[in-house]
């Protein structure tokens, strides 16, 4: 079957580095997004990967490698804000998003 | 306005009751999805229109109906359901099927007695 693995919480503090990681076994692969997702509010897409390396966007990066089948957001100078669910998923051969349950990233003071 | 937007927000029904989720965007967009979000499960999609026609049903119950009457416009009619399908029900719309990123509603959080 395919699947999708990110942790489930993570804690950083403010002014510091993460790197949430996510794993992935699907039929394919045709690109792996990364959503951000506050409390009570809608998934808002933070970045796409389809090609090896690291994409970065400000404050947020985002990296690839398809034959390790792995993929992580790192989120630096961390702010309060930045609390949220990190929502990993993966379009497969037939174009069909697969998605990890999501990673709640907490920061602390 | 802008974006995508559901109504209502929140919702509250017993099982013999009927009502339905709205969602509209206004990104002149021609694939709209809807999706159930359970706690700490992954995003379970259920139901996708493009161009107005349904190409898929996730093997959904016949408890919940779609509804499509034109690109901009989504409705899911809900009827008999179970205290298990209380869950945040989102919206989403995007370019073309399958392609580009989702743009996500705020969703309606369902509550079922």
């Known amino acids: 079957g395919q699947n999708i693995d990110q942790p489930t919480e993570m804690t950083a503090t403010e002014g510091a580095i993460v790197q949430i990681n996510c794993t992935y076994q699907?039929?394919?692969?045709?690109?792996l997004f990364w959503y951000q997702q506050h409390a009570g509010e809608a998934p808002t897409f933070l970045s796409y990967n389809v090609l090896d390396g690291l994409e970065e966007k400000g404050r947020f990066s985002s990296f690839l490698s398809r034959s390790k089948g792995y993929s992580y957001l790192l989120l630096k100078e961390l702010q309060m804000k930045d609390s949220a669910s990190y929502l990993c998923?993966?379009?497969?051969?037939?174009?069909?998003?697969?998605w990890g349950a999501g990673t709640k990233l907490i920061i602390k003071p | 306005e802008t974006g995508v937007t559901q109504t209502p927000r929140h919702l509250v029904m017993g099982m013999t009751n009927k009502k339905s989720l709205k969602c509209e965007q206004h990104l002149g967009h021609n694939a709209m999805y809807w999706y159930k979000q359970s706690a700490k499960k992954p995003l379970e999609l259920m139901f996708v229109y493009n161009f107005k026609e349904q190409t898929e049903n996730n093997s959904v119950p016949s408890r919940f109906s779609p509804e499509c009457p034109n690109s901009s416009h989504l409705f899911l009619h809900l009827h008999t359901l179970q205290p298990e399908d209380s869950a945040l029900y989102l919206c989403a719309s995007s370019q073309g099927q399958d392609t580009g990123e989702l743009f996500f509603g705020e969703g309606s959080r369902l509550t079922v007695l």
């Open positions: 998923a993966v379009r497969d051969s037939n174009y069909q998003l697969i």
């Open positions: 699907t039929s394919g692969f045709n690109g």
